[in-house]
């Protein structure tokens, strides 16, 4: 019998929600019936940017925005099913990764949040919802993140190929997915900033959110000084298993690397923002051996010309795809796989690959909301 489940996700770009209705045959099939993306309103952007960046939030404001997210996400739920022809009742279960406020999983105490009330949404939707994700896996001494490989392995894996995905929003991530008819493991980590200082530097310089098509940044020219100043932090070369976020990737994090950076160009500063994320990108598909495989690309970054040809220029040995050519619409590959990891914990299966997050051993993720 097909089950229909729903996936909503917000990244750590704070641009838009996007969601995607699937079916999951008996055998785990998957089909892709509708999909929506729908802007945050730009007081909920306003606020998000202040609680991540630590900016005179109280614990007040987050909890009210915690509860109108959940509105939000319920929404955009219910304008994904009035699109299609499919009624609430025929969605099994609605899976939203929520919005990350902290990352923080190699703390004292470690932790993460993302808020988004899953409540808010069951209740509002009909639909039981399957939310923080990322908890479970911390919990078992997991990094929490990234989670979305254990979908690239059962969509994307090709019997005889090697190929590497690599996702690019606020934070990028790479899975490198061996051959399935081989024995070696997944693997894969978050990298660093990806759209995350080229968006927080063009805000801040501009007025503007996104650098299009990367035009701002291929009109600099990259300072050497400030990359290797930037390189030298020691995420890049830390060992995976690792993750990352905005909390501790953004301007702050700039400008103490590089104090005299607002010296430079901005165009210049730009361009060496957009070849830190290329080149980090690249270094960690190097350092594995699949530098010279199939490379698809999804997220937004997918739509940042300069910065994708960075990263060809990097991995000149690869061959260059984006995720449509694997059938998936790179824009909705992180929607769709929170609706099949929603499954997975519905199923009672297991959704985190221990050889990606660094837990002690395979976990049911997220927490149930019933309808």
Not at 53 to 71: A, F, R, V, Y
Not at 222 to 231: F, G, Y
Request: hydrophobic share 35%; charged share 20%.
């Amino acid at each position: 019998m097909d089950d229909y489940y729903i996936g909503l996700m917000s990244g750590t770009s704070l641009d838009a929600i996007d969601a995607a209705l699937i079916r999951i045959g008996d055998k785990g099939e998957l089909e892709v019936i509708s999909l929506l993306n729908t802007k945050f309103p730009e007081h909920i952007v306003i606020q998000l940017r202040n609680i991540i960046s630590g900016n005179n939030e109280s614990l007040h404001e987050l909890c009210l925005l915690d509860t109108e997210l959940g509105e939000i996400y319920a929404n955009v739920a219910l304008d994904l099913i009035s699109r299609s022809a499919y009624k609430p009742h025929k969605i099994k279960a609605i899976g939203c990764h929520g919005q990350t406020i902290r990352h923080q999983p190699d703390c004292r105490h470690p932790y993460t949040l993302q808020i988004g009330n899953p409540s808010v949404i069951a209740e509002k939707t009909s639909i039981t919802t399957v939310a923080q994700f990322r908890a479970r896996d911390i919990a078992a001494g997991g990094q929490g993140a990234p989670l979305v490989p254990a979908f690239h392995r059962a969509v994307f894996s090709d019997p005889e190929q090697q190929r590497v995905i690599v996702n690019i929003g606020g934070i990028a991530n790479i899975t490198l997915l061996p051959p399935l008819n081989s024995k070696d493991t997944v693997s894969g980590c978050d990298t660093g900033p990806g759209n995350c200082l080229l968006d927080a530097w063009s805000l801040s310089c501009r007025g503007l959110g996104y650098d299009e098509n990367g035009s701002w940044a291929a009109s600099g020219t990259v300072d050497r000084k400030l990359l290797e100043s930037l390189l030298a932090d020691s995420y890049f070369s830390k060992s995976s298993p690792k993750s990352t976020g905005t909390d501790y990737f953004n301007l702050d994090w700039l400008e103490s690397s590089y104090p005299s950076v607002t010296d430079l160009k901005a165009e210049d500063v730009q361009a060496t923002l957009a070849e830190l994320s290329a080149r980090t990108i690249a270094l960690s598909i190097i350092r594995e051996g699949y530098d010279g495989k199939q490379i698809y690309l999804c997220g937004g970054g997918v739509h940042n010309k300069d910065l994708n040809d960075r990263i060809h220029r990097h991995l000149a040995n690869a061959k260059h795809y984006t995720t449509d050519k694997l059938g998936l619409d790179p824009d909705y590959v992180e929607a769709t796989a929170f609706a099949w990891l929603a499954w997975c914990t519905m199923e009672k299966q297991a959704g985190n690959l221990p050889a990606v997050t660094g837990a002690r051993h395979p976990v049911i993720l997220g927490g149930i909301f019933p309808a």
